[in-house]
């Protein structure tokens, strides 16, 4: 939680918590320093917040100190400015066109040239790395125009804190970033475990890791409905090229597993596009 303090005489913040912690227990913080945090109607003293009152180990006085002014001389004091929307559900769903999208077009590209699609599902170096194009991809769209398919069909940018845009290295940086914290290579599993941590390390700190690391912050304009009708449109389509080449190969790894699909698949073929081998 992002915390602000008032100290000899200036508003500071935002804090996280933990670094409010590590600055009372190395007494740099007194008791009665005047603090806020969203969601708190009015200043109050660090001892009575429910975050820190633990970290207190003698009562509250009541008299000022140096660096925390008498409460009731903080009236020219304004509450801090509410933090910004991580707008969460937007990236997610922005995030995972642009993955989509990719991979729809990469396997339907792999279909057109003819090339081996069992050879490559087999391939696990293509398996393992099969998202770094994108982030490459990605890492340039971000510095040229702010931003991806997903993020403008959704009404997101991606700019610096001062409302410049990315360099390309930090373009590089902040998709690598993406790539390795967010979404794990596309590891299955590993990459749940990612989303997860990243949603509540995004819901503590007001942004995600590598944005925080990066010094960059996102930019939301309101949803239009042609848009978002786009944007659905183009899921199905990326979800289509990929189900209309994988299918059949699919199809035939659960038939091995399972005579019973074997047998339903027979009965009831979907479409798809004929096997390049």
């Avoid at 190395?26 to 009152?53: C, D, K, R, Y």
């Avoid at 801090?80 to 396997?107: K, M, S, T």
Wanted: hydrophobic share 45%; glycine share 6%; aromatic share 14%.
């Amino acid at each position: 939680m992002d915390i602000w303090i008032i100290q000899n005489g200036e508003k500071i913040g935002p804090i996280h918590d933990f670094d409010v912690r590590k600055k009372i227990e190395a007494g740099e913080l007194q008791a009665n320093t005047p603090a806020w945090h969203e969601g708190q109607p009015a200043w109050m003293p660090l001892v009575e917040i429910n975050l820190f009152e633990r970290e207190f180990n003698q009562p509250f006085s009541d008299h000022g100190t140096p660096d925390s002014p008498p409460l009731e001389n903080q009236a020219s004091y304004t509450i801090p400015p509410l933090p910004e929307n991580p707008h969460l559900v937007r990236r997610f769903w922005a995030r995972w066109l642009d993955l989509y999208l990719f991979a729809g077009i990469y396997w339907f590209g792999m279909w057109a040239i003819g090339r081996d699609i069992q050879a490559t599902l087999n391939n696990p170096w293509v398996i393992l790395f099969f998202y770094i194009p994108w982030f490459i991809i990605e890492a340039y769209l971000i510095h040229r125009f702010g931003t991806t398919p997903g993020k403008w069909l959704l009404g997101i940018k991606i700019t610096n804190n001062n409302g410049s845009q990315l360099s390309l290295s930090e373009g590089t940086r902040r998709s690598a970033r993406v790539l390795l914290l967010g979404i794990a290579f596309g590891w299955e599993i590993v990459t749940l475990i990612c989303q997860l941590i990243a949603f509540f390390t995004t819901k503590s700190l007001g942004r995600p890791l590598w944005d925080k690391l990066g010094g960059h912050r996102l930019l939301a304009t309101p949803l239009q409905p042609i848009k978002i009708a786009a944007y659905v449109f183009t899921l199905f389509v990326a979800l289509q090229l990929q189900a209309i080449v994988l299918v059949p190969y699919l199809m035939d790894e659960a038939a091995k597993q399972s005579p019973q699909l074997k047998q339903l698949f027979e009965k009831y073929p979907p479409w798809h596009l004929p096997k390049r081998n």
